[in-house]
């Protein structure tokens, strides 16, 4: 059965153009112009992966205001925002709301198709039975592997698919420092630097929302994050 994918874009030539891309790599489209028919779409039935243009029509937030619809329906659902604007408030605030990936619509058509790809190969990772659940323990941190869940002083963390990945190989080695282009390879990522340290900087403050003495995870300039203790 083939993967749907919603698209949500108000310029018809690039909503098009993108509908035709997609379904030649065999994915299911449902394409919407602007945010109530998104909403309205999202309530009944969701997809297995969006694409969301931030600015929709009159509406200048309206991908905003659909991101957050979608992360109250389902916590892994992979969520892309894909828009003109190229600045770090709209990536950092894009990443807080709870997207996976933040493009910028100059990027090429493989590239997008590579992003959308390497989230569908974590969501299955999610979705795969395993015979044994595999855990990892480090002081107040419990992370198990298999089921993606993540707790801290046994309050629930939720993390979204890609945040889960970081913190993966990061934890993997504690200690040890992880450069960027490292936990890109481990997290099953193709992104940017600045998407990488959106992902650290948002992970951080959920990990700080339940614990205001949390630090473990460390940024090491000019080489990348580790985790400590």
């Known amino acids: 059965m083939p993967r749907t994918i919603a698209l949500v874009e108000d310029d018809a030539a690039i909503r098009e153009n993108y509908i035709a891309a997609l379904q030649a790599q065999g994915y299911q489209v449902n394409a919407y112009a602007d945010r109530p028919s998104a909403s309205q779409a999202f309530a009944q039935t969701l997809p ?5 243009d931030i600015g929709l029509k009159e509406e200048m937030e309206g991908g905003f205001m659909l991101c957050q619809q979608l992360r109250q329906l389902s916590q892994t659902l992979p969520i892309i925002f894909f828009t003109a604007r190229d600045n770090d408030v709209d990536t950092i605030s894009g990443l807080r709301m709870g997207a996976d990936d933040y493009l910028t619509k100059d990027i090429s058509m493989a590239h997008l198709l590579a992003r959308i790809a390497a989230l569908f190969r974590r969501t299955d990772l999610l979705l795969s039975p395993k015979q ?10 419990r992370v198990d592997v298999s089921r993606m869940t993540v707790s801290w002083k046994s309050q629930p963390v939720l993390l979204t698919v890609t945040e889960f990945w970081m913190l993966h190989a990061l934890i993997k080695h504690p200690g040890h420092v992880k450069s960027r282009q490292q936990l890109m390879d481990e997290s099953r990522m193709v992104v940017d630097d600045t998407t990488i340290t959106s992902h650290i900087k948002r992970m951080r403050k959920k990990f700080v929302q339940l614990d ?3 630090d473990h995870i460390d940024t090491v300039y000019g080489m990348g994050y ?3 203790g």
């Open 48 to 52: 297995d992966l969006a694409i969301v």
């Open 226 to 228: 580790r985790w400590q």
């Open 212 to 214: 205001a003495t949390f």
């Open 132 to 141: 044994q659940s595999e855990q990892i323990q480090l002081s107040h941190l």
